[in-house]
């Protein structure tokens, strides 16, 4: 007798702790911030931006950090006049390991249009993919617009500001004026 009382007190104890059990959605959280995070879900609108923005501006007058400012702006004119300001590098001659860089930036970014040799006779050139690249030789060009038309682009040429930091552009356009007296 006395096991079937054990028996049927097992059996209670093991239907009582199963009934509570609940694979989908537990009855204990460890730590209930993990579960339940309390911060924004990505790309929601969220109450503490003003108007009920997605976002905000930054402030005016800011620029990101590691930008260098560049006094000329992006148009016809101001590479007229960088022309006629006949800017020099603010780097002066380069050593030949900046030399060595800089032909090898050159050779990365720019000699698949206009060459190894600064002909304009590249292999996107000789292949028939772009027509008319000028080659250096022909034209009025000083560091400075080199530098100008590296940053902003000119024509089918795109900027190469973000593949190029400031002084990366200096050092190519010296280069390019390198290849220009050869």
């Keep these: 007798m006395k096991s079937i009382y054990k ?15 609940d694979d989908a959605q537990p009855n204990y959280q460890y730590m209930p911030n993990m579960y339940e995070p309390v911060s924004y879900g990505t790309y929601s609108q969220a109450a503490v ?3 009920g923005k997605e976002g905000q501006l930054p402030a ?8 260098e400012v560049y006094e000329y702006p992006d148009t016809p ?44 006779q590249g292999k ?24 100008h038309v590296v940053t902003y682009g000119l024509n089918n040429m795109g900027s190469h500001a973000n593949q190029l930091s400031k002084k990366e552009r ?12 050869k």
């Design 7 to 21: 028996i049927a007190f097992l059996v209670g104890i093991t239907i009582l702790v199963s009934s509570c059990k």
């Design 49 to 51: 931006f003003k108007g």
């Design 60 to 67: 005016e007058g800011s620029i990101k950090r590691g930008f």
């Design 77 to 120: 004119d101001a590479l007229i006049a960088v022309k006629a300001a006949n800017l020099k590098s603010p780097l002066g001659p380069l050593s030949d390991k900046e030399k060595e860089k800089a032909k090898a930036l050159y050779e990365i970014y720019c000699a698949i249009c206009h060459g190894n040799a600064g002909d304009g």
């Design 124 to 147: 996107l050139v000789t292949q028939g993919k772009f027509l008319g690249v000028p080659g250096y030789k022909d034209r009025e060009i000083n560091e400075g617009s080199i530098f």
């Design 170 to 181: 200096w050092m190519v356009a010296t280069y390019v004026m390198e290849l220009k007296s």
